[in-house]
T-cell receptor, first 119, second 112 residues
Framework: GAVVSQHPSWVICKSGTSVKIECRSL??????MFWYRQFPKQSLMLMAT?????????EQGVEKDKFLINHASLTLSTLTVTSAHPEDSSFYIC???????????????FGNGTRLTVT | QKEVEQNSGPLSVPEGAIASLNCTYSDRVSQSFFWYRQYSGKSPELIMS????GDKEDGRFTAQLNKASQYVSLLIRDSQPSDSATYLCALHSGGGADGLTFGKGTHLIIQP
């Protein structure tokens, strides 16, 4: 089945530094990648949608200058958390939609997630 | 604004019993509904998908959808300790490549 490889699986960084999270589609081309964030005991919240070759679409309340998304190729999307602060500590998950668009009749392909801890 | 409501639990069920998980949603145009299982610190994994009213069975799992009542449920028969996890209800609206909207999840505990 289709695989999305997400790295790193966990990262600890100091406040004020930047962290880059990568998601690669290993055996398919992902023109779209969804980026979710999940705080403890909370739901997955969609942060933004990246599209290959165009600007990402951010959800309301998500700072686009803080969470930089790049989708330069059909197999790689990256999320960079700039000037990270402790409140950015969370579980970040990428997900690619099934090929063929919606309505979805097959599952999304999730990365394994990145646990970010900002000290 | 799409909303997906779930009881956060924890829901405690004896091993071998039926676990019943419920979810309501606000967006009437939602077309696709999913149940994901998430273990702590892991990504969600798909358990069931359902698109039309009625029941859909897959092994020990049965998903039920009632679009008129905006209600979707998941039944787990012969519950096993390995079923202990958080179960996320999710929906997708429209025909575009949009992200899913997730509920907060129900924490299920299967007691041996």
């Amino acid at each position: 089945g289709a695989v999305v490889s997400q790295h790193p699986s966990w990262v600890i960084c100091k406040s004020g530094t930047s962290v880059k999270i990568e998601c690669r589609s290993l055996d398919f081309q992902a023109t779209t990648m969804f980026w979710y964030r999940q705080f403890p005991k909370q739901s997955l919240m969609l942060m933004a949608t990246s599209n290959e070759g165009s600007k990402a679409t951010y959800e309301q309340g998500v700072e686009k200058d803080k969470f930089l998304i790049n989708h330069a190729s059909l197999t790689l999307s990256t999320l960079t958390v700039t000037s990270a602060h402790p409140e950015d500590s969370s579980f970040y998950i990428c997900s690619a939609p099934p090929t063929g668009g919606g309505p979805y009749n097959s599952p999304l392909h999730f990365g394994n997630g990145t646990r970010l801890t900002v000290t | 604004q799409k909303e997906v409501e779930q009881n956060s639990g924890p829901l405690s069920v004896p091993e071998g019993a039926i676990a019943s998980l419920n979810c309501t949603y606000s967006d009437r145009v939602s077309q696709s509904f999913f149940w994901y299982r998430q273990y702590s610190g892991k990504s969600p994994e798909l358990i069931m998908s359902i698109y039309s009213n009625g029941d859909k069975e897959d092994g020990r799992f049965t998903a039920q959808l009632n679009k008129a009542s905006q209600y979707v449920s998941l039944l787990i028969r012969d519950s096993q300790p390995s079923d202990s996890a958080t179960y996320l209800c999710a929906l997708h609206s429209g025909g575009g490549a949009d992200g899913l909207t997730f509920g907060k999840g129900t924490h299920l505990i299967i007691q041996p």
